[in-house]
């Protein structure tokens, strides 16, 4: 069953690190998502893309982050200077359409900032 | 912009137990209304969905049903499983325009069914 995977599963950094997250979304999805969730509280939407720009932001996603989809398959999330509370577990997603509405999410990368 | 309450946990059932997680919503429109589960070690994954009113999502056993009047979609099985420990999610989406995959989640609720 296609699946959308990421890479790496737990990164750790150093607070003014440079960070990208790596995702292959299903191969023949149109829309990509960034979602994260802080330890212990809600899974919260980033960033929304499609036909290769941002549909969508939340207040979240500041100057620090941006997502790039530079070869047709990757879809990367890249924080420029890590914050301790940039610290989360961050997670893609693709959909192959708004009427059938379903995100398939990978696992998750774990991002730890000390 | 939406915002999501579910009920907080943990749950801890034994197994063939009756189970329901409340959710309830604010929402502008009439957005679709989904179900997340998250096992142990694995992403998230869709359970079930409804798109309009009066609908009825289900899957493994699972259901819940899309009820406008009192902005609720709680999820409820007849008989859990082991294996159905995990983490669920209530979710509502964006009615529509550009927003399509912008979900709001609840803070999920864990539940743990011994056997």
């Known amino acids: 069953e296609p699946e959308v995977t990421q890479t790496p599963s737990h990164q750790v950094t150093q607070m003014g690190q440079e960070v990208i997250l790596r995702c292959v979304p299903i191969?023949?999805?149109?829309?990509f998502y960034w979602y994260r969730q802080i330890l212990g509280q809600k899974v919260e939407f980033l960033v929304s893309f499609y036909n290769n720009e941002i549909s969508e932001k939340s207040e979240i996603f500041d100057d620090q982050f941006s997502v790039e989809r530079p070869d047709g398959s990757n879809f990367t999330l890249k924080i420029r200077s890590t914050k301790l509370e940039d610290s989360a577990m961050y997670f893609c997603?693709?959909?192959?359409?708004?009427?059938?509405?379903?995100?398939?999410f990978g696992e998750g990368s774990r991002l730890t900032v000390l | 912009g939406n915002s999501v309450t579910q009920m907080e946990g943990p749950v801890t059932l034994s197994e063939e137990a009756f189970l329901t997680i409340n959710c309830t919503y604010t929402?502008?429109?009439?957005?679709?209304l989904f179900w997340y589960v998250q096992y142990p070690g694995e992403g998230l994954q869709l359970l079930l969905k409804?798109?309009?009113?009066?609908d009825k999502g289900s899957n493994k056993g699972f259901e819940a049903t899309y009820r406008k009047e009192t902005t609720s979609f709680h999820l409820e099985k007849g008989s859990v499983q082991v294996s159905d420990s995990a983490v669920y999610f209530c979710?509502?989406?964006?009615?529509?325009?550009?927003?399509?995959?912008?979900?709001?989640f609840g803070q999920g609720t864990i539940l743990t069914v011994h056997p």
């Open positions: 997603a693709s959909m192959l359409d708004p009427i059938n509405g379903e995100l398939f």
């Open positions: 409804a798109t309009k009113a009066d």
């Open positions: 191969s023949n999805h149109l829309y």
């Open positions: 929402a502008t429109g009439y957005p679709s």
């Open positions: 979710a509502p989406g964006n009615a529509g325009g550009t927003s399509y995959g912008k979900l709001t």
